[in-house]
């Protein structure tokens, strides 16, 4: 999926004139999933107890 998202973002950044590092992008993006392993975020914290969100307020 993230292989997915980061071409589908390198796409809309080429047409409209933006140079992506790629691959750059891929590594980091995989960085970060690795270190945040086991986290949740607060959005999914709210979610799954049954209160609102930022997004919903």
Request: charged fraction near 25%.
């Amino acid at each position: 999926m993230e292989t997915h998202i980061v071409l589908i973002t390198d796409e809309v950044a080429r047409r409209i004139g933006i140079d992506l590092a790629t691959e750059e992008l891929m590594e980091q993006l995989l960085l970060v999933s690795r270190s945040s392993d086991g986290q949740v975020i607060s959005t999914l914290q709210d979610l799954n107890s049954g209160k609102e969100t930022e997004i919903t307020t």
